[in-house]
């Protein structure tokens, strides 16, 4: 996190440009360095209605982020907390996301099998790399797929991952209900890292 002393010079910095997107329990802005240039995310988090502060979720995607490093995994770049009211997470940008190049394609168009491919592979390495360093995403989707201008994929939103072994319990209310594996419809609680690669397959 940053010192009380640099927060604020740190937020001068940023000046927001453009609002991206908006989630259940965050807000995505596109910002610019003034002094480099640099477009970066900046996701942010309301902690007004958490009564028990900084939420588990947000402290545990901190920390993992902070943990993976691999060039199919969005980068985190740094943490802003203003007044203890919300939480920022200063992230590498990408231009768009895997729904939104589906969501783009024309009734009859379809994606070429040669980037199709490309995508497919490196969502495995990124996922792979995850699985190798006993981390489940848990929320592989459309939305958390990104695509940067050089077809580079970035796996992102890592709110629901958590690090795993073979002996601990999971929560089964994880992963959008449409990228479910069987076993977590099913209440299981003692699931593995398949259920990432049921979530690619879908």
Same mark, same amino acid.
């Given at each position: 996190?940053?010192?009380?002393?640099?927060? #604020?010079?740190?937020?001068?910095?940023m000046?927001?440009?453009?609002f991206?997107?908006?989630a259940?329990?965050a807000?995505?802005?596109?910002?610019r360095?003034?002094?480099?240039g640099?477009?970066l995310a900046?996701? #942010?988090?309301?902690?007004?209605?958490?009564?028990d502060?900084i939420p588990s979720?947000?402290l545990r995607?901190?920390?993992?982020l902070k943990?993976? #490093?691999?060039r199919?995994?969005?980068?985190?770049k *740094?943490?802003l907390c203003? /007044?203890?009211?919300?939480?920022s997470?200063?992230l590498e940008?990408v231009?768009?996301d895997?729904?939104k190049?589906?969501?783009?394609l *024309?009734?009859?168009?379809?994606?070429p099998?040669?980037?199709?491919?490309?995508?497919v592979?490196?969502?495995?390495?990124g996922?792979?790399y995850?699985?190798?360093n006993?981390?489940?995403?848990? *929320?592989?989707?459309?939305?958390?797929?990104?695509?940067?201008?050089e077809?580079v994929?970035k796996i992102? *939103?890592?709110?629901?991952?958590?690090?795993?072994?073979d002996?601990s319990a999971?929560?089964h209310?994880?992963?959008?209900?449409?990228y479910?594996?069987?076993e977590i419809l099913l209440?299981?609680?003692?699931?593995?890292s398949?259920? /990432?690669?049921?979530?690619?397959?879908?």
């Amino acid at each position: 996190f940053l010192t009380e002393q640099n927060r #604020s010079s740190a937020s001068k910095t940023m000046k927001k440009s453009l609002f991206l997107g908006k989630a259940p329990t965050a807000l995505s802005k596109k910002s610019r360095i003034n002094k480099t240039g640099e477009i970066l995310a900046i996701k #942010s988090l309301k902690l007004e209605m958490e009564r028990d502060g900084i939420p588990s979720t947000a402290l545990r995607e901190i920390a993992l982020l902070k943990g993976l #490093s691999h060039r199919n995994i969005v980068k985190i770049k *740094d943490v802003l907390c203003k /007044d203890y009211r919300k939480l920022s997470f200063v992230l590498e940008f990408v231009n768009q996301d895997l729904k939104k190049l589906v969501d783009d394609l *024309d009734r009859f168009e379809y994606i070429p099998e040669y980037d199709l491919k490309s995508i497919v592979y490196q969502l495995l390495l990124g996922i792979a790399y995850c699985h190798a360093n006993n981390v489940l995403h848990r *929320d592989l989707k459309l939305n958390n797929i990104l695509i940067n201008e050089e077809g580079v994929v970035k796996i992102t *939103d890592f709110g629901l991952a958590k690090i795993f072994n073979d002996n601990s319990a999971n929560t089964h209310e994880v992963v959008t209900l449409w990228y479910r594996a069987p076993e977590i419809l099913l209440g299981d609680d003692c699931y593995t890292s398949a259920v /990432d690669m049921w979530s690619i397959g879908c």
